[in-house]
């Protein structure tokens, strides 16, 4: 990301996943983080149990093999141990239940937006639209791989127009498609949702910090189900705003708000 200030291009490359990651990518959304949380104590839970589980059936094969219990028990019930096994299953799914549902509801209430996005998936790239500025719109086409070599930019995450929203505002994605099952992702935002033609779904992201975040098309929508780069790329409200200006003047443009990328945008 060379043609990007030094903050931006790091923000810009540890939004991108890597080789050997094991975890999330650096989190830039309250619901995100949220979702690492969840995704944590799940793991806690789910260990514990496995090795609960593991020392039982270790237990049991040593102690009542058939040389160290040559006579078995004849016991058919125990009252005390079938209520243990049944309510704590319960109680451990109550635990869990609890805060899942606190973070569906988190991702499904859509606050007040101050920006609202339409994204449109099509084989195989996005259309946007700001519907809050009519006639605001344009393509976002993955760069080839010798576009994005000659502009030292990731392949097959680049694309070549970038959706620009501002920092630590309410931004409304309505997300919908025009053939094809496909699905609006970006992992940074801890935003997934499907884009099914016939049908508007929506969700919400307010990102906390400026940068260029990648994501992709996430369901298997064809054979070039691969080439649908999401790139969001989050700026000051100034430079929002002169993007918007910008881009409602009707002037085609390769520079974004950030003055840096190439965003190719198409006023219509």
């Avoid at 931006?8 to 080789?19: C, F, G, K, Y």
């Avoid at 859509?110 to 195989?124: E, F, L, S």
């Avoid at 969001?232 to 002037?251: D, R």
């Amino acid at each position: 990301m060379g043609s990007l200030s030094g903050a931006v291009a790091d923000e810009a490359t540890r939004t991108l996943p890597h080789n050997w990651q094991m975890y999330y990518q650096p989190a830039v959304t309250e619901v995100m983080r949220d979702v690492e949380k969840f995704h944590t104590e799940l793991l806690v839970i789910i260990a514990a149990i496995t090795l609960l589980v593991s020392a039982l059936i270790i237990y049991v094969a040593v102690r009542f093999n058939r040389k160290a219990n040559p006579v078995p028990s004849k016991t058919t019930h125990n009252t005390t141990i079938e209520v243990i096994w049944t309510l704590i299953p319960v109680l451990i799914l109550v635990f869990i239940a609890i805060p899942s549902f606190k973070l569906l509801y988190l991702q499904d209430r859509i606050p007040t937006a101050d920006v609202t996005v339409k994204a449109i998936g099509n084989q195989w790239y996005w259309s946007y639209e700001y519907p809050d500025h009519e006639g605001l719109g344009f393509d976002a086409n993955m760069l080839s791989k010798a576009e994005a070599m000659a502009q030292n930019k990731p392949y097959l995450f680049a694309a070549d127009a970038h959706v620009v929203v501002p920092v630590n505002k309410i931004v409304r994605v309505l997300v919908t498609a025009s053939d094809v099952v496909h699905a609006w992702a970006v992992p940074a935002f801890g935003v997934k949702i499907d884009a099914v033609p016939g049908r508007l779904n929506e969700t919400w992201f307010r990102a906390e910090k400026e940068g260029i975040y990648y994501g992709q098309c996430s369901e298997l929508c064809g054979n070039n189900h691969a080439f649908m780069p999401i790139v969001v790329e989050v700026v000051s409200e100034a430079k929002y705003a002169a993007w918007l200006e910008h881009a409602k003047g009707g002037v085609a443009s390769n520079q974004t708000a950030a003055g840096d990328e190439v965003a190719a945008l198409a006023v219509r």
